[in-house]
């Protein structure tokens, strides 16, 4: 009985229409242009867009290894260890702080 009083109490507050236009803002990150770009559109932007890469700053090599490993194994993210060569080497060359670690 419970259950039923609450999916009503919910069913109120959800069945309200909201009538003025709302206009989202679009944000669009661009990455640097590289011949390994459709690495980084083919592994990347599936899940996340550019900003994600663009907001960790400049970074050691190790750093970006680091995260393409995490975004493999513990968000299972299907990258090659062709792909994540070249991604690691990508976002060095072009988001990277000189440093290797």
Not at 41 to 62: A, E, P, T, V
Not at 66 to 71: P, T
Request: glycine share 4%.
């Amino acid at each position: 009985m419970k259950s039923i009083i609450l999916v009503a109490i919910f069913s109120v507050f959800l069945s309200g229409a909201y009538t003025e236009k709302v206009k989202l803002p679009s944000i669009t990150f661009e990455i640097a242009p590289d011949k390994h770009i459709r690495v980084m559109q083919r592994n990347c932007q599936w899940c996340h867009s550019y900003g994600y890469i663009l907001n960790q700053g400049k970074q050691s090599k190790k750093f970006w290894h680091k995260v393409i490993v995490k975004m493999r194994e513990v968000y299972h993210a299907p990258i090659s260890s062709r792909d994540e060569k070249i991604a690691t080497e990508y976002l060095f060359k072009h988001y990277g702080n000189g440093k290797l670690e």
